[in-house]
């Protein structure tokens, strides 16, 4: 055991070792689903709706095309017409009614693929349009009834304390608005799924992040057995939570066009269909009216949460729950309340995005402190410094802090690094010299991220995850979390090497195959490396003490002992596998009817240093220097996770000031990379990265999340150094030159 009475390390965990599967995508030689030759594979397009709302009351297919040369699906081809996720309220494909622009009517596949997307042109859709409701502000008002009686897919409520009673007896009380806008994923491959049936069985394979939510919604679809599904994941160029929920809508395209066909059936869209049909960031209104002391701190908080869900409800409610749950920020409060809750609309439903909904209201808690800054006269800084998380520490749903706290750790790293304090005075006297061609600023931000489901959703999932080994001595993990980019295989040999005591290259990793691997919950939410990395060292203990058994007395050392000792233990079976169950850490208490208690088992932290000027002229912004400390407990593999905090940071850049959704009558009007601008490599800032570790007792060798916090914090620190720059609190996203000059 360590100093801090976490299990030792062996050579692998700490290590920077190079990325598993990186010599073949950096040769081409990996293979994405569009580049598998399928024998006798059919492709397959989408008819979709061209209005926002309105009923059905024709689908035209016009006998100037050979129509015998295709399959054509429509609702009446789907025998359980649902997309299986939190509610089942989106059809597969739309029957009578259309809810939102590009909303799947019906399916054509053919042998060519460019015959295909000729055929869509040959289809008419009749309708009887109907008024739709288009933004935020039309839902509140109710000018026409979605969903229920209010529009309201979900709402959460948090209290603690008293806040009337706070506001009341507070110094002074400061009240503020906050918008954020959508963000497409901008993955690097497109969403591409291919299915097929033999003897009454589905296989379904593709570019996916949770295997196991499209196996339930493939079950659902056709009324088969879990045996009857089998789900593939190949190699994926990306997701950020964009090929969460969507892989089950287009792979139960593919499997219904393939047992129409009785043929394989492959979909792959292209770059304009997948940016303007798919999932996106939720888009938000956040309010925050804080009341503090005289010395500045915290008495009571008031915050009022409203997102976009767009026309089904998808992933909107654990959206939501993480953004109620993180809207008061890593700071301790008395008195919170946060109502928040999620509205329908007739756009393209939004899903899941890297950070879940914490920047949405993280983005609008820590400009909020610029706000109070602003009219007070403190410093944001110490603001920060004194009602900042620490141990002892009582979150909004009165959640105890008890270990691995490190937001004034962070906070102080990003402080000193950055010369935050030396360069805000600086730019305050350059700036106030006319003569200057540009204004600079400085701005800071701090977050937290819980790790893992909120509160009791990990007990719920009851995931599972093995390692194996055959006779050979091939050590195998078992896991359905999916490698996307991030790094996932590499870190899941490093870890079970160091619990088994042998090198990570005796250790490979099983493909997420559901014929293959226990259901190990959805590669999300900050959890693949402290839970289910977890589950696996467990896994890995039991199988090194049976080897050491079968050797008798402790694990081989030697590549011969190990092969010698997995004949005896596996005997006569192929391989032995031993699998382990998560099981909530002690202590650990949630109360789902009151949204109250230990939301997450931990938390980690972030501070940001956004360094940057603003053209007088164009009003350009260019960001000279993101200094960021993270942390994420104890880092598994140090280079794997600099890549998520400097990926996460240039994501958060382009949110914050290039990446601008143009809603039209309720469709993308922008979906190309050549009008809707993500960050290039000329456009990403110098990052000077810290990794601040806080073990936790509770992770894999003291690991915490990673993949989910490094988004959460740029915006705000950019906004905020906007406001030093210009004197102007810009209290929305993106911030783009227009924005800025408008704003002056």
């Known amino acids: ?3 801090q009475g976490l299990p030792r390390r062996g050579p692998a965990v700490g290590s920077s070792a190079r990325r598993t599967e990186g ?20 492709f397959g397009v989408t008819v979709r709706s061209e209005i926002p709302r309105g009923r059905i009351k024709n689908i035209v297919f016009d006998p100037a095309f050979p129509w015998s040369e295709c399959v054509v699906a429509t609702a009446r081809d789907v025998p359980t017409n649902v997309v299986a996720l939190i509610e089942d309220d989106q059809p597969l494909l739309a029957d009578g009614v259309v809810r939102h622009a590009l909303e799947p009517i019906a399916l054509i596949a053919h042998e060519s693929r460019a015959r295909a997307y000729e055929a869509l042109r040959f289809v008419r859709v009749e309708y009887e349009e109907l008024p739709p409701v288009l933004t935020i502000e039309d839902s509140l008002a109710r000018r026409e009834i979605l969903y ?7 709402r959460y409520v948090i209290r603690r304390g008293d806040v009337d009673k706070g506001l009341r007896e507070s110094h002074v009380v400061v009240e503020g608005e906050y918008r954020v806008p959508h963000q497409e994923q901008a993955y690097i491959e497109n969403n591409a799924m291919a299915a097929w049936w033999k003897d009454g069985a589905l296989t379904v394979t593709g570019s996916l992040q949770c295997p196991y939510y499209v196996h339930k919604a493939m079950k659902r679809l056709f009324g088969l057995a879990d045996g009857q599904v089998r789900v593939i994941q190949t190699t994926t160029g990306g ?32 770059r304009a269909e997948d940016m303007a049909a798919t999932t996106k960031r939720h888009p938000a209104v956040v309010r925050h009216k804080t009341g503090l002391s005289r010395d500045g701190r915290l008495l009571a908080q008031d915050i009022q949460v409203v997102m976009d869900g767009g026309a089904y409800v998808t992933l909107s409610p654990v959206v939501l729950s993480r953004g109620a749950i993180h809207a008061a920020g890593p700071y301790e409060c008395p008195n919170v309340r946060v109502d928040a809750s999620v509205l329908a609309t007739n756009t393209p439903p939004n899903g899941a995005f890297r950070g879940f909904g914490a920047p949405q209201t993280l983005f609008a808690a820590e400009l909020h402190w610029e706000k109070i800054a602003q009219k007070t006269g403190w410093d944001p800084l110490e603001l920060r410094r004194k009602n900042a998380f620490r141990e002892g520490s009582v979150t909004a749903t009165g959640q105890v802090l008890k270990e691995s706290v490190g937001a004034r750790d962070v906070l102080e790293r990003a402080v000193k690094k950055s010369g ?9 006297r350059w700036n106030r010299d006319p003569k200057k061609p540009c204004w600079k600023g400085i701005g800071l931000a701090l977050v937290q991220h819980g790790g893992g489901f909120t509160g009791s959703g990990e007990v719920h999932l009851a995931s599972r995850a093995a390692v194996s080994i055959d006779r050979e001595g091939l050590v195998r993990v078992l896991a359905a979390s999916t490698e996307i980019g991030q790094g996932t295989n ?37 959890r693949t490396c402290m839970v289910v990395g977890g589950l696996l060292r467990r896994a890995a203990l039991d199988l090194r003490a049976a080897l050491a058994a079968a050797a008798g007395g402790s694990c081989p050392k030697t590549r011969g002992g190990l092969q010698r000792a997995a004949a005896r233990l596996c005997a006569g079976n192929k391989e032995k596998r031993f699998e382990a169950r998560y099981e909530p850490p002690p202590g650990v208490r949630w109360d789902d009817t009151t949204y109250s208690g230990d939301a997450y088992a931990v938390y980690s932290y972030a501070a940001v240093a956004a360094d940057l000027e603003v053209d007088k002229t164009s009003f350009e912004v260019r960001v000279k220097k993101i200094t960021t400390a993270q942390d994420i407990g104890r880092a598994i593999n140090p280079l794997l996770a600099e890549g998520q905090v400097t990926g996460g940071v240039a994501q ?15 469709r993308m009007a922008n979906p190309q990379l050549t009008n809707y601008i993500i960050p290039t490599a000329l456009d990403t800032p110098p990052m000077d990265v810290t990794l601040v570790e806080k073990p936790f007792s509770g992770g894999p060798f003291g690991a915490k999340g990673v993949g989910e916090l490094p988004i959460d914090v740029p915006a705000p620190a950019i906004a905020a150094a906007i406001k030093q720059a210009t004197g102007v609190l810009i209290p929305e996203l993106p911030l783009l030159p227009e924005t800025i000059h408008r704003h002056l």
């Open 1 to 3: 055991m360590s100093k």
């Open 23 to 42: 010599p073949e995508k950096l040769s081409g030689r990996a293979l994405y689903l569009d580049d598998h030759d399928i024998p006798g594979c059919l």
């Open 148 to 154: 229920g009686s209010d529009n309201v897919f979900k």
């Open 239 to 270: 997701g950020f939570g964009g090929k969460e929920e969507y892989p089950n809508m287009i792979g139960g395209h593919a499997a219904v066009l393939a047992r129409k066909a009785g043929r394989p059936v492959k979909i792959v869209y292209d």
């Open 420 to 428: 935050y304090v030396k360069k805000r005075s600086a730019y305050e």
């Open 490 to 526: 590499t870190m899941f040999s490093q870890i079970a090497a160091d619990a088994l005591g042998v090198p990570r290259e005796w250790v490979e990793v099983e493909t997420p195959d559901t014929a293959k691997v226990p259901d190990s919950g959805p590669t999300v939410a900050s």
């Open 652 to 666: 958060a850049v382009g949110w914050a000031l290039y990446e601008n959704v143009v809603m039209k009558n309720g």
